[in-house]
């Protein structure tokens, strides 16, 4: 009997290319007995089946449920077609024709288990292959120039595969079948060992030879996937002391690079979820809470890792090369950005050996390019994941939105900058791009936003930016030529970021507590209770506003806050005040701080949360100037013990517009009666949360009552802070709120992009 055919166009869409998903589909068309065809398109993947009717949709539900682990399929569209007669199926060549482009970008994922056991094979002919991947693992968003994804539109084009890679790459059973960076040996990239003037050493092997190096206290600077890092002995007291005596990084912890997790274990307390972060495909960097007491038997990690810091960032190796050198080198490796301060990270072999080969002795260089940077992500797990940095292995998968927008493009703010690119329901974050105070940066920033207009294929319309003036990328917004620009607040921003990425169109209560952001009153904002949508909001409470003098030097110098407040609560007397940190400040320098304040010089008002808690910080004795942003409020939280039942008094008070402000005044006088007790840090910086916590429930509660607003979202980089960000949500919680939070983008301003993106569509 004569079977009867029919035949189906069907339309993939979502992260679908450069995953094995076409030797995927290649498989299972070969189980189902299908003819036809598939192919990479610019708007995903292209798919046609001649076969049997009834299994059509058989194979359509397991391309859903059984795809790659790095595919994810976002929509499938079936549409029947014409039987024409295919006689076999095939991977055919990708069409570049002139379409709207709508294919996810990959992003870069870690070597997988497959592929290492062939790097570790002796018998395997990519033993010991630094560049080692299949189409499961690898390399993806920075090394991809232009979609479709494939090899002569990546930085692996000037490798031409030998015969025994081409054969792989050409056969259907293969793991590497279609896999875009496949390489070996004897046709791929490689690696060298250099001194810092760029002279090539003649050492055998070069990452086993950067392993002994390091073990010798050397610091290396190390060509990653998506960037330089600096590498050095986690165990040497001395070659810690020097990276960072040399990098001019005297506080800010660094992350460490460990071989494996029974390598690190003994040092941190790891939890169940944070091991599943740990060993994810995205790899990001994890904060950990140290051993309080590592056996005595083992090799003690400095204190200069981590100062004043309960916590230390790890991370699990992700490239072949990071293996290789950890199984010569250290079991745990210092590995911190490469760069000079404040510029982005070096992504060339030239600019690494011109930025810091003052810093490294030697480096390990590959001649593979880095055609897009990417930093490691920052994550710490508090019922669910948070992240501090958005970067390598996320980005620049999109958020999913609740519907869609017209092309738009959202410039960030001033620090921890992303972009956000929005077409229809997806809002594409850029990977972290960092501080926009130097032109290094802000050329990475421009490039960011180009490439990312490329291979998304988006042209936007508007474009919205913050409204601080001296933000280079609201200056940037200002130079688009043919688009309509939409200022929009910094703390609206923050708080449509949360609501985005948690699906809420309703109206909200948003507890939005950050260090800086410009006010609609051109004031400097920071602890701020709004209601908002979308489109607008209103702000219903706030800290009360206190000088911020020196401006942006007292962001640098938390000692000026401490005076403002001390001034704020106690008057003039805050010169004759008992208590180390006024003894340690100059009563002239006192004295021309609270002039300044008098008469509004260079002291702008600002109800930030972040500079109370550097005040806090200040007054305590814990820091007085800070050498990395956060620092004082970083160092704050470590010594704080658990909260308290009652905290520190705060006054509270509903002004005749029905604003509400909450002055500390009454628990900066405890703070100072409490140091004249010798009272501990922790019961102080206890006691100085729980103030945080109760002022702030107390406003939303009483917002609530007036709105009959029950939905809150918590955002603003004070929202990093752990004690914080669990008190207020469980305090909303017990007062009725339904409490949402940041788990797809980070709180701070790496997440205010995607709020910029979401208000300027709303108002359109």
């Known amino acids: 009997m004569h079977q009867v055919k029919s035949a189906v166009r069907i339309e993939i869409c979502g992260v679908v290319q450069g995953v094995g998903f076409r030797p995927f589909v290649f498989q299972l068309a070969k189980r189902y007995g299908f003819m036809g065809e598939v192919l990479n398109t610019p708007q995903g993947v292209t798919l046609i089946l001649e076969g049997d009717p009834e299994k059509i949709d058989l194979c359509c539900r397991e391309i859903r449920e059984n795809c790659p682990p790095l595919a994810t399929v976002s929509s499938i569209q079936a549409q029947k077609i014409e039987v024409t007669g295919y006689d076999a199926f095939r991977i055919v060549t990708s069409t570049a024709v002139d379409a709207t482009r709508s294919a996810l970008i990959p992003p870069d994922v870690c070597v997988c288990q497959d592929c290492l056991d062939e790097m570790n094979d ?77 002279v090539s050493l003649d050492a055998g092997d070069p990452i086993q030879a950067a392993g002994r190096l390091l073990n010798q206290g050397a610091i290396v600077g190390v060509k990653g996937l998506g960037g330089f890092h600096l590498a050095a002995n986690a165990f040497d007291p001395t070659a810690v002391e020097t990276l960072r005596t040399r990098k001019n990084r005297p506080h800010k912890p660094f992350a460490l690079m460990a071989r494996d997790l029974e390598s690190i274990k003994p040092y941190v307390k790891i939890s169940g979820p944070e091991q599943e972060l ?136 001033g620090l921890k900058s992303t972009v956000c690119l929005v077409k229809e329901n997806r809002a594409f974050l850029s990977q972290h791009i960092g501080d926009l105070d130097n032109q290094k940066t802000f050329t990475f920033y421009k490039k960011s936003v180009k490439h990312l207009k490329t291979i998304l294929d988006i042209a936007p319309g508007i474009v919205a930016h913050d409204l601080h003036p001296g933000y280079m990328s609201t200056a940037f917004a200002g130079d688009q030529k043919g688009v309509e620009t939409v200022g929009v607040q910094h703390h609206h921003a923050h708080a449509v970021s949360c609501m985005a990425e948690n699906g809420l169109e309703e109206e909200v209560i948003a507890i939005t507590l950050d260090g800086t952001g410009l006010g609609s009153d051109g004031t400097i904002w920071g602890g701020e209770i709004l209601t908002c949508t979308e489109a607008r909001f209103e702000r219903q409470a706030h800290l009360v506003q206190v000088p911020m003098p020196g401006s942006d030097s007292a962001v640098k110098e938390p000692w000026r806050m401490g005076i403002s407040w001390l001034y704020h609560a106690m008057g003039a007397d805050v010169v004759d005040l008992d208590i180390p940190f006024v003894r340690g400040i100059d009563p002239s320098k006192i004295a021309f701080l609270t002039q300044m304040m008098d008469k509004g010089l260079n002291s702008p008002m600002t109800s930030s949360c972040g500079r109370l808690f550097d005040a806090m910080a200040a007054i305590v004795g814990i820091r007085s100037r800070v050498s990395y942003e956060g620092q004082a409020a970083m160092e704050l939280e470590a010594v704080s013990g658990t909260l308290p039942e009652k905290g520190y008094g705060v006054e509270m008070a509903t002004q005749e517009s029905g604003m ?19 009272e501990t840090l922790s019961t102080m910086g206890g006691r100085f949360h729980r103030a945080v916590v109760q002022s702030f429930v107390e406003a939303a509660t009483l917002v609530k009552a007036r709105t009959r607003i029950s939905k809150a979202v918590l955002s603003g980089g004070v929202f990093n802070n752990r004690i914080i960000l669990n008190g207020i949500s469980v305090g909303l919680e017990q007062r009725g709120f339904t409490v949402y939070t940041h788990t797809q983008v980070p709180c701070g301003d790496g997440g205010i992009s995607l709020g910029q993106a979401v208000i300027a569509g709303a108002m359109k």
Do not use: W
């Open 122 to 198: 002796p018998g395997n002919r990519r033993f010991g292959y630094p560049f080692i991947n299949c189409t499961n693992c690898g390399p993806r968003y920075t090394i991809i120039q232009d979609v479709p994804y494939d090899r002569a539109k990546t930085s692996m084009s000037v490798f031409p595969m030998c015969p025994g890679c081409q054969k792989e790459y050409d056969d259907p059973e293969n793991r590497r079948f279609h896999a875009q960076p496949n390489a070996c040996e004897r046709c791929g990239p490689r690696v060298v060992l250099v001194d810092n003037q760029g």
């Open 278 to 413: 740990l060993t994810s495909l995205h790899r990001p960097i994890v904060l950990l809470e140290k051993h309080e007491a590592p056996g005595c038997d083992l090799v003690p990690l400095p204190r200069a890792l981590s100062f004043n810091n309960p916590r230390l960032g790890v991370m699990l190796p992700y490239t072949p090369l990071h293996h290789l050198l950890l199984d010569t080198g250290p079991g745990i490796l210092v590995m911190t950005s490469g760069n000079r301060s404040g510029e982005p990270l070096s992504i060339d072999n030239d600019d690494a050996l011109d930025a810091f080969a003052d810093i490294a002795d030697y480096f390990v260089l590959h001649n593979r390019d880095i055609y897009f940077r990417a930093d490691d992500s920052i994550v710490q797990h508090q019922e669910g994941t948070r992240f501090l940095r958005r970067s390598r292995g996320y980005a620049p998968l999109p958020v999913t939105l609740k519907k869609k927008f017209p092309p738009i493009l959202a410039c960030g703010g």
């Open 660 to 678: 509400i402000t909450m002055d500390f005044s009454p628990c900066i006088r405890r703070v100072v009666a409490d140091l004249g007790r010798g």
